[in-house]
Every structure is written in C-alpha cells, then in structure tokens.
C-alpha cells in the first residue's frame, strides 16, 4: 500500500507544477519576452545492479519532474535578433532621412524655388530697368534667397543634433542593459537548469539580447548553463564580472564611432545606432554640400554684379558675404540707386541680361536639383530596404513563434489534459486509503 500511496503523491505533485506551469504559460501570453515552459516527467522507480548481466528493482517511487523545459530555439532566436537588427536600421534610417528631406524642402520654401524666384525678378527688372520698385524687389529677392539658405543649413545641423542626442541617449540605455545582462549572467551561472527560476533567467537574458542587438552589431555567444557573451569591436562588452563602457565619437564625415572604454571601436553596421550613423553622415554631406552652393552662388552674384554699372557708372559692390557657408550668407544691404543693371558698355539693362547667361552656365540651380535628386534616391532606397527587412523579420519572428510561443489552444488542451491526470492520481491515493482501511477492518 505504501508504494501505491507514493505513486500517487508523486503523480499529484508532479500534475500539480505542470497546471501551474500552463497556467503561468496562458499568464504571458501577451508577454513577448515569455518563452513557453513544459513540465518533463520520469519514472522515479529506484533500481540497484548487482550484477552487470541484470539490474535488480529495489523500490517503486512513482513519477518524477525532471526539468522545466523552454520550447525556445537558439538558432532561431539568433535569426530573429539578426533580422530584427536589420529592420530597425533600415527603419531608423528611413525616418531620419526623411526628417532631412523635410528640412531640405524647408515648409515648400527650398533654395531651388527661392533661386527660380530670384532669376525671374532679374528677367522683370531688365524689361524696366529703371523702375526702382522692381529694384527695390529684386534686392528684397537676394535677402530672401539668402535667408532660405540659412534656414536650410539651420534645419540640416538641427538634424545633425538630434540624430547625436538620440544617439547618445540610446548608448546609455545600452551601458544599462549591458551591466544589467552581466548580472544576469552572474544569476545563470549559479541557478540549477530545469528550474522555472532558470528559464526565467534565460527569458531576462534573450531581452537583453535582443536590446542590444537591435542597437549594436555586437557579436553573441552562448556558454555553459546559457550565460552570454557579446563582444563588439574585437573586446568584450559584457560577461560575468565584465562590462564595457560605450561612447560616441563624431567622425569628420559626420558618421559615429562606437568606442569600447574610450578606445578603439568601430561604426556599427547595424541595429539603430548604424541607421543613426548613416543618416547623420547623409546629413553632413547634404550640410557641406549646400555651403559649396552657398558660396558659389555668392561669388557668382558678386562677380557678376562686379563686372556691371550702377546708374553714375561706378562698378557694382559686393551684395552678399562670403566664406562663413550656408549658415553665414547674408545680404549686404545695398540701395536701388546701387544696383549695377548696366553693362560696362553703357547698355542700360546689360549686366541684367548678363545674368540670364550666368544662369544656364553658372550650374546653381542644377547643383541643387543633383542634392535633391541624390537624397531622394537614399530615402526610395531606404524604403525599399526596409519593406525587405520588415518580410524577412515578419518570417523569422512567425518561425521562432510559432515554437516557443504560447497558444492558447494547446494550453487549453493540456490543462484539461493534466486535470485529468490530477484527478487519476487523486484515484489511486483514495483507493490505496480504501483497500488499506478495508485490511484494517477485517481485523
């Protein structure tokens, strides 16, 4: 009677933590960081060998639990973290680049459209070259262009420091999950595998992973009892009793460099950091780039207006500043009596027509068409790039779900599977307690 009042107190004990294991399964099933648990049950029957020809049955123990197992795939968590991490540059990059875009385009109001505007007052003022209304216009235009410019370059280097906060506040969340999965780590190395405090653990590990692959292109591997090690830059940036330090530097090219403990490093390749590092270099070039046109266009108007005749004949003055870029163009303030509309000939409205001519040759407003046409590309590309990655993250997260997540069906199932059992272990303890009070009655 003994043996079967054990098998059935085993059997409730172990039915028992697998209810409470699908329960705690159906509990996290909207936790996307929760891998599913499975109770695994043996035969506790206690055997002895005397001999190595046969092996002797010395008692009967019932059931026993001998792990708690997550249905988790290494493999496939590697593949998500690698899709995922792809995804999120791609999805970084195209946000960023469009916020650029944005500030290119400048609310409708962009140097391409303020250039067209400015040519077009030239052509008016050179059919009445004498209205000073029309010259008091056109000087109005050259002030307004330049100011385009500097609210161009203004929206650029508001992005270029946007892009570097976000960044930097992105690194000291990733500092944080790297102490945080070193400790978690500590935790691993210690703690019984098969355990729900365990899995638990390898949960709280896969997260951090996960984080950190979704910012930085580190390198992952797994040891003994799971505990991780990520190395970024050839160090090791997080193990047991490790921790590395991250920090940015700003290249000249306007991308990032991820530093490990202020040396070294390298620009990431992938995750958000290296959709960062790329937009912020996108920005820097589209920023000097607009300079170069700033200052072109400055010294084309200045030469231009040099070569010209003011009404009592004297050459033209400089009418806009030179040699601080996009953000330094200003307009020289300049009187409509000023204005060198003529040419060194005498014709009245000569050096205005000369303008025409500098126009098809000077390539201004071409250059600005070529940085506009150049982003526009990055931004289509970067879309394309990102409804790829969305597909191939959408197939390895349903791969990877489709094994260690929770269904709520198949929980449903095993519940009513093991209350079942439960209540056949019940049984057999309650017809052991029976056949043993029926012994003691005949007595």
């Known amino acids: 009677m003994s043996g079967l009042l054990t098998i059935g107190r085993s059997a409730l004990r172990g039915y028992s933590t697998a ?26 029957t206690i055997t002895g060998s005397l001999n190595p020809l046969y092996s002797v049955q010395s008692g009967l123990s019932g059931t026993r639990i001998n792990k708690i197992a997550r249905s988790g ?19 970084t990059l195209t946000g960023w680049l469009g916020s650029i875009e944005t500030g290119l385009d400048n609310a409708g109001e962009d140097v391409g459209q303020r250039l067209t505007d400015f040519y077009s007052r030239a052509e008016e003022l050179a059919a009445v070259p004498f209205d000073n209304a029309l010259r008091t216009t056109f000087i109005n235009e050259i002030n307004a262009t330049a100011e385009t410019f500097r609210r161009t370059s203004a929206n650029l280097n508001l992005a270029i420091d946007q892009i570097s906060a976000r960044a930097g506040s992105e690194l000291i969340g990733l500092n944080q999950t790297l102490a945080d999965l070193s400790r978690t780590n500590f935790d691993l190395r210690r703690t019984q595998p098969g355990t729900q405090a365990h899995a638990g653990l390898l949960d709280t590990r896969d997260a951090a992973l996960a984080v950190i692959s979704e910012r930085l292109d580190a390198e992952i591997s797994l040891g003994e009892n799971g505990v991780a090690t990520v190395r970024y830059a050839g160090e090791t940036i997080s193990a047991i009793g490790v921790v590395g330090q991250l920090s940015l530097v700003e290249n000249a090219d306007g991308s990032l460099l991820v530093q490990v403990n202020g040396q070294g490093g390298k620009v990431p390749s992938d995750g958000m950091l290296a959709g960062m590092s790329r937009a912020r270099n996108v920005a820097a070039s589209d920023l000097a780039q607009l300079d170069q046109l700033a200052e072109d266009f400055a010294t084309q108007v200045n030469d231009w207006h040099a070569n ?24 020289i303030p300049a009187m409509a009596a000023e204005l060198a509309v003529a040419s060194a000939d005498g014709k009245p409205n000569g050096n205005l027509l ?25 931004v289509i590309a970067a879309r394309n790039e990102q409804s790829a990655a969305q597909a191939l993250d959408r197939n390895a997260r349903s791969a ?25 272990a019940s049984r057999v303890i309650q017809v052991a307690r029976e056949t043993t009070q029926s012994i003691l009655n005949i007595f």
Do not use: C
């Open 19 to 44: 209810m409470e294991t699908v329960s705690q399964n159906i509990a996290n099933v909207e936790n996307g960081d929760y891998v599913r648990r499975d109770v695994l049950m043996g035969d506790a």
């Open 73 to 91: 795939d290494e493999f496939m968590e590697a593949s998500v973290r690698l899709s995922g991490a792809a995804l999120v540059r791609s999805e």
């Open 308 to 331: 010209g005749r003011t009404d009592t004949g004297i050459p033209g003055k400089a009418l806009l500043t030179t040699g601080a870029g996009a953000a330094g163009l200003s307009a």
């Open 354 to 378: 000369g303008l025409a001519d500098l126009r098809a040759s000077g390539n201004i407003e071409r250059n600005w068409n070529q940085i506009i046409s150049v982003h526009s590309n990055l």
């Open 400 to 424: 990877r779900d489709a094994v260690s997540r929770v269904d709520l069906d198949r929980e449903t199932a095993d519940l009513i599977r093991l209350q079942q059992a439960y209540e056949a």
